[in-house]
């Protein structure tokens, strides 16, 4: 187990807000003992504006442990519209990053037909693989760029001719079984600006799992999992690298699946979390989804968390029997069905009575739980609220009128349950050029959706 964390990255951005700044990378002191604890200590703006940083992966990590030359001194840092991709040197001052280098967007459009990069991932070569959600027209294209480690210049596509997804968005691999999965968001210009619920019966918006040989780089079988399983985003397979299974959290009607090897050695999901909807007025549509957005496993395997990004609550199940889940910890964080809020709720097969507002160190909680990041040994979990930036304007304006916050919760590891920390709370809402957007955390050392171990 690494030491405490002390530092995070994450990335913040102004896109969809009145701020006409370029989004860029903050370094936050997480470290209870210093001075700057929960404060951003380092801003770096891109050359740019409107990018939509999104996500971020490293030059190296667990997958390159037997190549003492790999140093995890570069964050790539992949811009969802825009589509350039910065580099960013993180090794000569860890806690003052500086940029590297830029992929310019047309080297995804000539040398790949791929634009709106996702998810990164470093690779046992040396290389770097990054998901896209479209082609340079903005229709859905789930392909995957692969970079050179040491001059990050676009080598090309990971997939073979032809074989790029209609939809593209995560993915996760597992040499040991020779498989990646990848996941579907949607057509990136179905939402870009927005989300509008007919697009999903147009089929702009993804419902399927794809599995790939990891040699042959060849799309082997497609898992639907239906409409009980529209928008599959954050897909995880167990840390164990002999382990054959995982969970994909699904956006749209809030479920979690499971995907194993079978013992024909192909592959299939199956339900295991639902999370019921709840019926309001006063809201965009008479039922609420929770929203499942984001998704990780402990380093042990032991517990799966996620975040109901509408209903405001992040969750913590044993997840030990993996074909039956079971919640071990719950708690609320801003969300959409407030006691004093403007949606009231008129069926609840969950809840009693609606949540109350999350005040920490004088500020409301605006927004829903989001990204998650969980400390290494399990006992500390990292979250902020914002999940896209259009997105956030359309559900939750307040969010981008104040700002997002990163909080931090208390976890038993040996029960289960969660706990605020109310001595912690970074609020991007003060930040000088005013309130910004923070997304997903990184720490220096690898975390528990960075590494993948072989």
């Not at 903050?26 to 409107?50: E, G, W, Y």
């Not at 050695?265 to 957005?293: F, H, N, Y």
Request: aromatic share 10%.
């Amino acid at each position: 187990m690494g030491p405490r964390e002390e530092i995070v990255y994450l990335p913040c951005i102004y896109r969809n807000t009145d701020i006409q700044k370029p989004d860029y990378l903050a370094t936050v002191d997480i470290n209870p003992q210093s001075p700057n604890f929960c404060k951003v200590i380092h801003r770096l703006p891109m050359p740019n504006l409107k990018d939509e940083l999104h996500h971020s992966g490293w030059n190296a990590c667990s997958s390159c442990y037997d190549d003492p030359s790999k140093r995890r001194n570069r964050l790539i840092l992949p811009s969802l519209m825009s589509s350039r991709i910065y580099v960013v040197d993180v090794g000569t001052d860890p806690r003052a990053p500086r940029l590297h280098k830029i992929v310019e967007p047309i080297d995804l459009f000539w040398k790949c037909s791929l634009a709106n990069p996702h998810t990164s991932h470093c690779l046992g070569s040396g290389q770097i693989m990054i998901s896209t959600m479209g082609d340079p027209s903005g229709n859905g294209k789930g392909g995957f760029v692969l970079l050179d480690g040491k001059t990050f210049e676009v080598i090309g596509n990971w997939e073979k001719p032809g074989e790029a997804a209609p939809f593209g968005y995560d993915f996760w691999y597992q040499p040991r079984h020779n498989v990646m999965i990848s996941t579907e968001w949607g057509a990136p210009k179905a939402l870009g600006n927005g989300f509008n619920p007919a697009d999903v019966k147009t089929g702009h918006y993804g419902q399927r799992l794809h599995v790939w040989d990891w040699t042959t780089h060849k799309r082997i079988q497609t898992l639907d999992l239906g409409e009980e399983g529209a928008i599959p985003l954050e897909i995880r397979f167990l840390h164990n690298p002999a382990a054959a299974e995982g969970f994909v959290g699904c956006a749209l009607q809030s479920t979690i699946f499971r995907f194993y090897k079978t013992p024909k050695r192909d592959w299939a999901a199956e339900k295991v979390i639902q999370i019921p909807s709840k019926k309001v007025e006063g809201w965009a549509l008479p039922e609420m989804p929770g929203l499942i957005t984001d998704i990780l496993i402990s380093l042990d395997d032991r517990f799966l968390y996620f975040s109901n990004w509408l209903h405001g609550d992040i969750r913590q199940y044993d997840i030990t029997d993996r074909r039956n889940p079971r919640m071990v910890g719950q708690i609320f964080l801003g969300g959409s069905i407030l006691k004093d809020g403007p949606v009231k709720v008129l069926e609840d097969k969950e809840l009693n009575s609606q949540p109350t507002p999350r005040i920490l160190k004088g500020k409301r909680v605006q927004g829903g739980p989001q990204m998650l990041q969980l400390s290494l040994d399990g006992r500390r979990l990292y979250v902020t609220t914002s999940l896209y930036s259009a997105w956030d304007k359309q559900f939750y304006p307040d969010l981008v009128k104040e700002g997002s916050v990163m909080m931090q919760i208390d976890v038993d590891t040996d029960k289960g349950g969660l706990k605020l920390n109310k001595n912690f709370l970074v609020d991007f809402g003060a930040e000088p050029d005013g309130p910004a957007l923070a997304h997903e955390l990184r720490y220096p050392g690898g975390d528990c959706t960075s590494d993948i171990w072989l």
